[in-house]
């Protein structure tokens, strides 16, 4: 007789038997939809480096809202290009500010949809830095030059509070600070309490790397820096699993409710050993350029898109994720729901 022969294809010999095997499964609940508002009226304009993406204004972001909700995804994540941009990125926080009156758009026409907004300074400081730059007043009038332009992490932390404040006051549900400062979460969270914010909860960008796949996001959100690069605060992609572990254990002690690593697609390992580690919500934010080799490739007939496309969010959630953050959600909503795509 001997060993039984292993056979794993019996496995597979037909679309129920795989369905009955199958360990990880995309659900709509998982769903987070990014979108950008700009200021403006009556706004819906095609985002050229984003297949599918728009600009919408406050007035225009309720109609979208709706469409989201009518498929069952739960939340959406927004992104504000300001009117006008300063050094500090003051319209960050500003009460009629972009972001706070598309909030206001969205709870009034889908109640049930969950708000989260991007806390973070690059779409509303001249300079496209995620945080005030140190003031050097023996280098005036050069202080942003390339070398002595640094980041001032505590001064920037106190504005991510005020913006994450003012969102909450706005009606988000959810604040999401994607800017890499030390401590930020900690101050976000002391302000929202002193508040009487302590419901609003803070998904925060914990594990976040200095990648180059948020190229078309950086045009779609105006918020290439003016000079020099993110390094100095987002995670080098080369650096330990362990700092990435780090990161997270920090945030969480700080008070984040939901942690998340960014990107999805080369971080694999890292969503994986995240999952491991940590027993609260885990997202992964399949950003802007993971989207658009697909969308890309599919459009040049090099692929089907929409098989890739759920192979590849499958595959952040076999790694561990709970949440997806995708550009693909709309998509994938239909697919799931039976509905045409695109
Ligand atoms: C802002 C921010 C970025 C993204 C989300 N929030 C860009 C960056 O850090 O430069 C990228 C999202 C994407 O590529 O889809 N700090």
Known sequence: MGFPKIRMRRLRSSDSMRRLVRQTALSVDDLVYPLFVRQGKGLKAPIKTMT??????PDTIAAEAV???????PAVLLFGLPG???????????EDGVVQRSIKEIKKAAPQLLVITDVCLCEYTDHGHCGVIKACPELVPKVRSRENGKIDNDPTCELLAKMALSHAQAGADIVAPSDMM???VRYIREALEKNGFENVAIMSYAAKYASAFYGPFRDAAESTPAFGDRKTYQMDPAASTEQAMAEIALDIEEGADIVMVKPALAYLDIIARARQRFDCPLAAYNVSGEYMMIKSAAAAGLL??????????TSIKRAGADILITYFAKDVAKVLLDKPMG
């Open 52 to 57: 599918d993406c728009f600009h919408f204004s």
């Open 84 to 94: 006008k941009k300063d050094d500090i990125g003051s319209q960050a926080w500003a």
């Open 67 to 73: 469409e989201v909700a009518s498929l069952n995804i």
């Open 182 to 184: 030390d401590g930020r």
């Open 304 to 313: 089907d898109g929409k098989a890739a496309m759920l192979e590849l969010l």
